[in-house]
């Protein structure tokens, strides 16, 4: 999975037709590790949504090819054309900023 966030919402290009498709129809969470520092990982939880909207699709379509690699990339090599682009809206409700020698707090959502 490849996330781009946008202020507190992320997104995830991919395929609509796929595994993770049934899965989150049933349980429609995941969870993110960034471990680039072993020592200091963030683990984000989110509920996910599918977005079928296509401005919204052309949207992050733009933002992904817009955005600088290793974050950005050119949707077009994997999905042709944006009706193609299955779209997944992450929305965090916790993330836990690990830290070693000592814990960070924990963020969670209020709503």
Avoid at 15 to 23: G, M, N, Q, V
Avoid at 46 to 51: G, K
Avoid at 57 to 77: A, I, R
Wanted: hydrophobic share 40%; charged share 25%; net charge negative.
């Amino acid at each position: 999975m490849h996330p781009i966030w946008e202020g507190a919402t992320g997104w995830i290009g991919t395929r609509r037709e796929s595994h993770k498709s049934l899965h989150l129809a049933e349980h429609p969470y995941v969870s993110l590790a960034y471990i680039a520092d072993l020592v200091n990982p963030v683990y984000v939880d989110c509920r996910v949504e599918w977005m079928d909207d296509l401005a919204e699709k052309q949207h992050v379509w733009e933002l992904f090819k817009n955005t600088p690699e290793p974050v950005g990339y050119d949707p077009t090599s994997m999905f042709k054309t944006v009706e193609n682009f299955g779209l997944m809206k992450l929305t965090p409700w916790r993330i836990d900023l690990y830290g070693f020698p000592r814990q960070f707090p924990v963020w969670r959502r209020v709503d």
